[in-house]
């Protein structure tokens, strides 16, 4: 007979786990308190990065089953989810996930639901970078300043042109300028091919 666990993540020391408990129980899922694994541990940490889900894995055997109250307790985004899924699956351990009608994510249907979350991650994410490109341009475009703030004002790089010029070395100005020689090179570059 299949053991079941449950895995319950809440982010700070003010949440509990007590509602997600609750909800696996009444969904119908009959889990001896000792095979309740609860946590708290930001959603921003990777699954098998996580101190109660690494114990949780070293319990699970072939056959078990692991219930979870919504997919975001499984991994830190889409991909961390769905690689975490298959490396159950691969166990042969079955994950019911009750926000998505309790299906089994191993199953044929589970795994064509994950294929969908993951395509609208990849496709969020792509929307994201579009739009990050986008903005850059459009800043570079009305002239501010993208990335990092410059080291050295205006009349500090002038004066770094003049001093190579004179034959300084780059190392020679890093140092005297407490910046790295990349600085001073990208100076040197910008002034060449502006």
Do not use: W
Request: hydrophobic fraction near 45%.
């Amino acid at each position: 007979m299949s053991r079941v666990f449950a895995y319950c993540r809440v982010s700070t020391n003010e949440q509990t786990t007590d509602n997600q408990v609750r909800e696996i129980v009444a969904a119908g899922f009959n889990v001896d308190p000792k095979r309740i694994i609860t946590e708290i541990v930001s959603g921003s940490v990777a699954a098998l990065e996580r101190k109660g889900f690494a114990l949780l894995l070293n319990k699970l055997e072939s056959g078990d089953v692991l219930v979870v109250t919504k997919l975001d307790r499984l991994g830190r985004n889409a991909m961390d989810v769905r690689s975490t899924i298959e490396m159950l699956d691969a166990a042969v351990i079955r994950v019911h996930c009750l926000a998505l009608g309790g299906v089994d994510l191993t199953s044929p249907a589970g795994k064509m639901t994950m294929q969908v979350i993951a395509a609208v991650a990849e496709f969020e994410r792509d929307l994201l970078i579009e739009r990050t490109q986008a903005g850059i341009s459009r800043a570079k475009a009305a002239g501010t300043h993208c990335g990092r703030p410059n080291r050295l004002t205006p009349d500090s790089s002038k004066q770094v042109l003049a001093r190579l010029k004179d034959g300084i070395s780059v190392a020679a100005l890093a140092r005297e300028l407490q910046v790295s020689r990349q600085t001073i090179m990208r100076i040197r570059d910008t002034a060449v091919v502006g």
